[in-house]
């Protein structure tokens, strides 16, 4: 497998390998939560055709899903194979996600994650990410993040 960070729009095609990337990567958080992680449920064919989707490698191992919304980028979801882990997929997905906020003149990235994935909020502020709140949305337990992005 290609240490190939380029990082593109997703296309019709690439939709079975973008669920497929997604399943595998919160699969393992089903039993910990209790319920299947919100991302595997999404929309995966409706979020590329609305050109959110973007993916990196070949055959693809990580998947961004950035939804522009006003005065600031929502980083809906960020998705790397376990088998490509610990390579730095998450990294440059990462940094893209701060480029494309750039481009589109937006301020700020938000995020959240599920408070039972506790991986991940030790990742997110190691890249300049801040808590904003805590709170239930719905079924979920989710720790709200944003970074400012500087022009």
Not at 24 to 50: E, K, Q, S, T, V
Not at 110 to 115: I, Q
Not at 129 to 137: A, I, K
Not at 146 to 151: A, D, L, N, S
């Amino acid at each position: 497998m290609g240490h190939d960070h380029h990082i593109r729009p997703a296309t019709a095609a690439d939709a079975d390998t973008v669920k497929a990337v997604i399943d595998a990567a919160y699969r393992p958080y089903i039993a910990r939560i209790g319920l299947r992680p919100a991302p595997m449920d999404a929309d995966h064919a409706a979020d590329i055709a609305a050109g959110r989707v973007f993916v990196t490698g070949d055959p693809v191992v990580g998947v961004l899903v950035l939804v522009a919304g006003p005065g600031h980028l929502v980083l809906e979801n960020i998705a790397v194979h376990p088998d490509a882990a610990r390579q730095g997929v998450g990294r440059h997905l990462l940094a893209f996600a701060e480029t494309h906020a750039r481009a589109l003149g937006l301020p700020e990235i938000r995020l959240y994650t599920n408070a039972l994935m506790w991986e991940n909020q030790e990742i997110y502020p190691r890249y300049g990410y801040e808590v904003t709140e805590r709170r239930q949305d719905g079924p979920y337990d989710r720790v709200h993040y944003r970074k400012h992005i500087r022009p």
